[in-house]
């Protein structure tokens, strides 16, 4: 079992920057890739981005590319998201999600949630 925390959310004008994190409890944090996914009212559950058990190996979706970065500390058992040049389109709650094995980008194919954290961008 894999309990995970989001924190960081805010509201912030276009342009600015978050920093988003993810704090996971439970055994084994290091074996979990982790995702970070992103759902505005109205519309469906949205990838952002997903980091491998190392952190190594990191997988964006083309909207955030160059603008966000992920990264962990197993040693923290925490998971974060660097938001900067937001955009008022990035406005959304934002869920980190963990899964046993390899990254990937679908929502469908993590196992455990967090409650997730509000973003809000002004224009």
């Known amino acids: 079992q894999v309990q995970l925390v989001e924190s960081g959310g805010g509201l912030v004008q276009a342009g600015g920057s978050l920093r988003l994190s993810c704090a996971a409890s439970g055994r084994s944090f290091s074996a979990y890739a982790m995702g970070w996914f992103r759902q505005a009212p109205g519309k469906e559950r949205e990838f952002v981005a997903t980091?491998?058990?190392?952190?190594?190996?990191?997988v964006y979706a083309d909207s955030v590319k160059g603008r966000f970065t992920g990264s962990r500390d197993n040693a923290k058992n925490t998971v974060y998201l660097q938001m900067n040049s937001l955009k008022p389109e990035d406005t959304a709650v934002y869920h980190c999600a963990a899964r046993a094995g390899a990254t990937r980008t679908t929502s469908s194919e993590y196992e455990y949630w967090g409650q997730g954290t509000q973003v809000t961008v002004s224009s």
């Open positions: 980091i491998s058990w190392s952190g190594n190996f990191i």
